[in-house]
């Protein structure tokens, strides 16, 4: 039990455009799923936090604009890159709390790897 | 703002011989602490976790012991193995969850 999904695993794309990646939690409802984004042998950067049926709240420095997150229902959560540049190349990976686990512990999806040429 | 340090950054240890990493936090409200393995290109895997009303907890070869007065916390892994070589995070739940910069574990053959 506690599978999440991404999609896509990764995607290249040019500057310019907007790149949407779905978060989804397979067999459990995830009333609050996390964004994250990891750099190269670095940590996971909180970049937000999304609650099913409102808005999300961003981590200081996250441009809510750049990085627009909608939680639409309570398996499903998408974050999209919203006209995309090179620095925003990364690993962006989403987690889900199962109310199994008391809401505490976090499960990972599998990433999604962004090139922006 | 609130901080999760961890060391050492990274850690070679022997086949067979046990690797101990540490975690301080700064936020004395968190109650809750995760440890995650991520393997190369893999998702974060939680492996123990543990709460603060217990000073330590032990699942097989791994165990973590938590320190709440002195703010510490750390992972001990016992009879290493190739398998263990991954990147460690240890994480600490207050208001949010704030998680450290990982280690890396190198295991010798």
């Known amino acids: 039990g506690a599978v999440v999904s991404q999609h896509p695993s990764w995607v290249i794309c040019k500057s310019g455009t907007s790149v949407k990646i779905e978060c989804r939690s397979l067999d459990f409802q995830a009333t609050t799923m996390f964004w994250y984004r990891q750099f190269p042998k670095q940590s996971l950067m909180l970049m937000a936090t999304s609650n099913e049926g409102s808005k999300a709240t961003y981590e200081q420095g996250v441009e809510k604009d750049k990085f627009l997150i909608n939680h639409a229902s309570l398996t499903l959560s998408t974050l999209t890159v919203t006209s995309a540049h090179p620095e925003d190349s990364s690993f962006y990976i989403c987690?889900?709390?199962?109310?199994?686990?008391?809401?505490?512990?976090?499960?990972f999806g599998p990433g999604t790897r962004l090139l922006v040429l | 703002g609130e901080n999760v340090e961890q060391h050492p950054s990274t850690l070679s240890v022997q086949e067979g011989d046990s690797a101990v990493i540490k975690c301080t936090y700064s936020d004395s409200a968190s109650n809750y602490f995760p440890w995650y393995k991520q393997e190369l290109g893999k998702r974060p895997q939680l492996i123990i976790d543990i709460r603060s009303n217990v000073g330590e907890k032990k699942d097989q070869r791994i165990a973590v012991t938590l320190n709440k007065t002195a703010k510490h916390f750390s992972l001990h892994i016992t009879e290493t193995q190739p398998e263990d070589s991954a990147v460690y995070f240890c994480a600490a739940r207050g208001d949010k969850i704030i998680f450290g910069k990982g280690t890396r574990l190198h295991i010798l053959p």
């Open positions: 987690s889900a709390s199962s109310p199994r686990s008391n809401q505490e512990t976090q499960y």
